[in-house]
């Protein structure tokens, strides 16, 4: 074919497979071959979460493979009614197929899960160079055997069982081309092999290691469940008060309006004068290493409690006013939670995306321990003494801070809603377009430390205005005041002394208007605020613009989702159908703006740190001129031509909503 023809023939479709193998790292981390082992573990686990298994035990061999058996149902050998092929086929070669998608009516394989993707155990077989599955189902013995995700030996039963014995046996070959280490890393596997002892009462997990001759295998069982791992990760410290354990999930769907049957969270947590907080936690027994909302509701749940324990009893000094960082600054956690459809940022599923999360946690957590605070008094005035002098420290700091301001204070400008928090580092401003976007946002917003500025049309493009006539223009003037730092070129060295937010942020509707607005704001900083993006402080919020309803199915409850743009719309009604819910049932709603939302809406999607969509600015040293180059094109008054070619030529690259 001639070099740079675009023609039929040049579009190539990946089948099967193949998407696996062009981009392994979209799909799996290819640090080391641990991720995808830890799939099939998943699956072994998911069959015990479901109360069929009591059994997970992996072996690593000499020769680099791991094999992984279960005694649970065994996957299903018969033939698929729809596509005609054995279903432990299917399981292993379909990037979409599995029995977790159907979870309407109770009549999927699995309530409870570890997510949605749907190509777990088939990146498994895609990136290994052999991967052999024997099933125990029926009384038979099945067999079937892949090579670089192709099947080499077909399905075929190899003997016969107990009809009482059933089961799944995995062993895989990890390809080392897809991974820059061959071999799986022990530590990580042992972590979590070991957790899935501790969230799985009653099954018995073992690791047997060929190469280790002084300890070829390893037990695991926590007869105390979360209780006994925490102490063993705080290395058997004494808290300051009896670790707090609990559980709650919902029993009955007339019990909560909002969750499914099962939904919930078990927990035991303590804390440690003498160390740091930090935690672990999961979903349907999945790691989240990156943590994400479920933590986030633990966090919130554990602070309203203490925080009402502490008022009730009349232990706060005056003066002091507790942040959720103080009570959880020295709070130690082991939380899992079940969710019946989680969302996690990417397949490696180290955070939990799901919004629900947040307030599931918080509100099984809030109630039991504020219970418990007020039934044990003694051990609730310790944990209060250790919140309080968190909250003081804190304090002392945040006036160190204060003193390093100029004596000089402006005027801050009428419009400005300001928070009520004198602690710089949890700040934000919002900088909000309109009037009436800005209303909303004051009623959203969190008052303590969050402010408001609405500004009023569109800011003057300053790309080639003087320092000195800046002021001129009350918008800026106004933004200038109410951040406290002066405007500044990029050698200079700004006096940042009087920064009064952390962070900046802009917030502009989901459309042409809004996106002008953005760049408008942001020529602003680029040109005469450099150390505010140098420094990480300038933001840009990504308000949603479509909502989508979605009717009750199953044992879902009716909920509200959103979507950034037309294809996170499409991906989420693609996802909505493939859990079941009934193509055209949803209803789907645009944004004209955010003065169109309810505070409540705005909150939940564009201003909680827990579940918003902030991006920061940022510019590489070395971009800087790359970066000036563009903004001269787009912002410059002579570059009119510039402007025109540059539209012309990648005018059709941009998806434009008018």
Known sequence: MAKGRYIESSIRVLKGLEP???????????????????????????????????????????????????????IPVGMHPEEKEPTVQLVFTRLHAGGKFDKQGGEGAYAFSGGLHGVGVSVTNALSTRLEVTVKREGKVHRIVFADGDVVEKLKAIGSCPAAETGTEVRAYPDPRYFDSPHVSLVELERSLRA???????????????????????????????????EELTDQQEPVAPIFTGERYVVHRSDSDSFAEGEGAAWAFAWHEASAGQGESYVNLIP???????????????????????????????????????????????????????????????????????????????????????????????????????????????????KRKGSGVAVLPGKLTDCESD??????????????????AKLARNKHAQAILPLRGKVLNTFEVDRDRLFANTEIHDIAVAVGVDPHGVDDAPDLSGLRYQRIIIMSDADVDGSHIKVLLLTLFFMHFPALIAGGHVC????????????????????????LDEGELAAIEDRLTKEGVRSGSWSVGRFKGLGEMNPEQLWDTTMNPDTRRVLPVRILNQERAETHTVFSRLMGKGEASARREWMEQHGTDVEVDI
């Open 20 to 74: 696996v193998k062009e981009r392994p790292g979209m799909y799996t981390r290819t640090q080391d071959p641990t991720h995808i082992i830890q799939e099939v573990i998943d699956n072994a686990a998911d069959e015990a979460l479901g109360g069929y298994a009591t059994l997970i035990d992996v072996t690593l061999h000499a020769d680099g493979s791991v094999t992984v058996r279960d005694d649970g149902r065994g």
């Open 196 to 230: 899935k002892a501790v969230l799985l009462p009653g099954v018995n997990v073992l690791l047997h290691v060929e190469k280790d001759k002084e300890a070829p295998t390893r037990t695991w069982h926590y007869p105390e469940g979360l209780k006994g791992y925490l």
């Open 288 to 402: 989240t290493a990156a943590g994400g909302t479920h933590e986030a509701g633990l966090r919130s749940g554990v602070f309203e409690a203490v925080k009402s324990f502490i008022e009730h009893h009349g232990l706060l000094p005056r003066g002091v006013r507790l942040q959720m960082e103080d009570v959880s600054a020295r709070l130690h956690y082991v939380l899992s939670t079940r969710i019946l459809d989680p969302q996690f940022q990417g397949q490696t599923k180290e955070k939990l995306t799901s919004r629900d999360a947040l307030k599931l946690v918080s509100g099984m957590v809030r109630d039991p321990l504020e219970v418990w605070l007020n039934g044990h008094v003694e051990w609730g005035r310790k944990i209060a003494e250790v919140v309080i002098r968190q909250a003081l420290a804190r304090m002392k700091s945040g006036q160190k801070v204060e």
């Open 423 to 440: 602690d710089v580092a949890e700040r934000e401003l919002f900088l909000v377009e309109g009037d009436s976007a800005g209303g909303s």
């Open 540 to 563: 840009v919020a990504s308000p949603p613009l479509f909502r989508i309803d979605v009717p009750p199915h199953g044992k879902r409850p009716a909920r509200k989702l959103y979507a």
